[in-house]
């Protein structure tokens, strides 16, 4: 058994104020594994002043002494990747390729920050003006339970990278990650109070890090809904505010497309991370004419599709996260066949031969239309769609015809074909023909899948102020 019952503020691990207890569990086994003492709004806000006292300074520093602090943070978290491995697999159930692949990129993203920060001109100068790029301030550093580490760092890495402080409230349910990546950037040795984390419920440690007046940014990943509600209440004070959020990603398959290889990764899109990924490729757009040839391959791949111990090297998608989050995929398979979508693959309960763990079958549905709930609303599980369309006008219709807007895939074999339809499509990413991940690329949504962009040139700008000088 797990027991977490500190919180790190002002450069040491501390004793929260909070005093509730919080349970841990393994997804595989549904059996509670720790408990974490969660921190309370007392806790945010002596975070919030050892982060304020902390900016004085670290605002000024050199951008040398910042990329020294990101090397040795990526060092630290680096030499824990096993650790985190094995926590990632046991309080969240990825996978092992997905697992490792996380926990790899928790370390990835403090060298990604270095060569930003490395290429980035702090100062410019436009017309008769000198405009200096300036720290914004204390940021805070908001995460979700589907990729904690990674976020814990790469949003600091942002910030750190700008000369901003931070502090980060982690997801409530990730703690076991939060306690390495934690102990990692402690032995790094930054300057106290440069980084603050304190785990705490959203509605008490996140709000009251939303609603200080000395926190200057908001870097938020999570759900739509809790991100509108970031928006109105930080209004008061106007912070920056990135968000993201939410997705129903269309992966457009145009009927030159070559299937054997389509199909296949259009499935692996929409499965990424046991489908617990805000970039799924959850609606596939099929055209018509090749809808027989699709469903047949597409039933094949995804009745190949192992749903089952995240331990076991052979298993692709994993448990979900809690029970609530079972519950709720499993409201939306019942949903789709309520609606009258076909199933094709899958459906309610666990797959076969598992009695415990939250896991769900591996489900496409077809004769899905996109004004469905299934089609509509992101279902955070491995639930696809498959969306018949007659002509390519219809498909980028079809694919732009959603609240959300931030990634989409498309399959052709037709490389101008690809970059036509790519270009018509309201995504913050669009990716042809792979599933690849370009860090050094701007990362974010259009629509209601976010507000401002993360990682490379984008991601630090959003930690800076420009400020014109002029008269000089
Ligand atoms: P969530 O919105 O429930 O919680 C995210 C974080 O916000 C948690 O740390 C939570 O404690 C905190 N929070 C909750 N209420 C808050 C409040 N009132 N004020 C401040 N903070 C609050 O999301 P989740 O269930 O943890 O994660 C799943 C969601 O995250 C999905 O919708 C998914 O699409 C989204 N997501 C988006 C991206 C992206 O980059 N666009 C990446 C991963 C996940």
Redesign the pocket.
Known sequence: MHTIEHIYVDGAFAVPHGQERFELFNPATEDVIGTVRLADAEDARRAIAAAKRAFATFSKTGIDERIALLQRMHDAVLAREADLFDAIREEYGAPVSRGRWMARHAADVFAEAIDTLRAFDFERRMGSADVVMQPVGVAGL??????NAGFICGKLAAAIAAGCTAVI????MSALQTRIVTEALHEAGAPAGVFNIVTG???VV??EI?ASPDIAKIS?????A?GK??VRASADTLKRVTL????KSPSVILDDADFSKAVPLAIAAGFMNSGQA?IAGTRILVPRARLGEFEALAKATVEAVVSGDPADPSTDVGPMVSAKQWERVQGYIRKGIDEGARLLAGGEGRPDGHARGWLVRPTLFTDVRNDMTIARE?I?GPVLSAIAYDDEEEAIAIANDTSYG?QAYVHATDEARARRVASRIDAGRVLVNTLAHEPKAPFG?FKQ??LGREHGRFGLEAYLEPKAVLGL
């Open positions: 908001i995460t979700p339970w589907n990729s409230k982690p997801s409530e419920r959203g509605y996140g709000a939303v938020f990943t999570g759900s739509t809790v509600g970031i993201e959020l939410g997705g805000c992101e955070f931030l949504g899948s976010g």
